[in-house]
Each structure stands twice: as structure tokens, then as C-alpha cells.
């Protein structure tokens, strides 16, 4: 039984506002957006976190990093972005489905 809130982002079981897929990645607008651009890059396959990222799964992430470009350009952020990921409890991750915020459209702050 797969409670992941992301997991059924990516079933289309709970309605998202997809910006891009392909195979291993699903890229949707964050619902709380923190910049003009606020993209969530996720991979389809269940990986809680950043620390839970191995040898065997890592496929996924780099699928990201190339489609990140992608949805980059598809934006129009030709002036730079900014990715964060959250990793845990002092990361701050409120949703255990790794995932990349992909945020731009303005001049990000130098704080994080
Ligand atoms: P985290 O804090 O784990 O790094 O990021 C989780 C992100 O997921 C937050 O920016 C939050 O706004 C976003 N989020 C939470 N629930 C939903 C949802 O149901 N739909 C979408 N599109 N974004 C969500
Ligand atoms: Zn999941």
C-alpha cells in the first residue's frame, strides 16, 4: 500500500499541473509556488530521499538533471534558476518522494 502523496501526483490518481514527463521523470507546478517558476522535479520511481539514492537507482537522477535543461528552456529561464532538494528533518523535506525544486523568474536572494 503506497500512501506517497507524489506517487499518485505521478498515477494521476490526485490532479497536477505537469510541466514535463518522460520515462523516469515527472516534472509538475508546486501548489504554494515560491518564485514565478516553481517547478517540482520528481523521478517515477518511489525513492524517499536523497540519502535513499544508490547505485542501483541512481538512473533517475541523472534522467532529471538532463531533463532539467528541458523544462529550463521551456519556461523561458534564460537568465539562470535555481534547484534545491530537502533532505530530511534539517533539510526541511515535508514530502518523503525525492524531489528538486526547480525555481526562477526572478533574481533568487542569497539565502536559502
Ligand atoms: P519539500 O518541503 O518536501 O522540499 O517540498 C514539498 C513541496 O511540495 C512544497 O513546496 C509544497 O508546496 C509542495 N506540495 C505539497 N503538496 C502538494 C500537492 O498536492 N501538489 C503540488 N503540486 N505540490 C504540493
Ligand atoms: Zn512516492
Excluded: W
Aim: with cysteine; glycine share 8%; charged share 20%.
Amino acid at each position: 500500500m503506497n500512501d506517497c502523496l507524489f506517487c499518485k501526483i505521478i498515477a494521476g490518481e490526485i490532479p497536477s499541473a505537469k510541466v514535463y514527463e518522460d520515462e523516469y521523470v515527472y516534472a509538475f507546478r508546486d501548489i504554494n509556488p515560491q518564485a514565478p517558476v516553481h517547478v517540482l522535479v520528481v523521478p517515477k520511481e518511489h525513492i524517499a530521499c536523497a540519502n535513499e539514492i544508490t547505485a542501483e537507482n541512481s538512473v533517475c537522477v541523472a534522467k532529471i538533471f538532463e531533463a532539467i535543461p528541458k523544462i529550463a528552456a521551456a519556461e523561458g529561464l534564460t537568465n539562470g534558476y535555481r534547484i534545491i532538494n530537502c533532505c530530511g528533518e534539517d533539510g526541511g523535506q515535508t514530502v518523503y518522494h525525492l524531489h528538486f525544486h526547480l525555481l526562477g523568474g526572478k533574481k533568487m536572494g542569497e539565502s536559502f
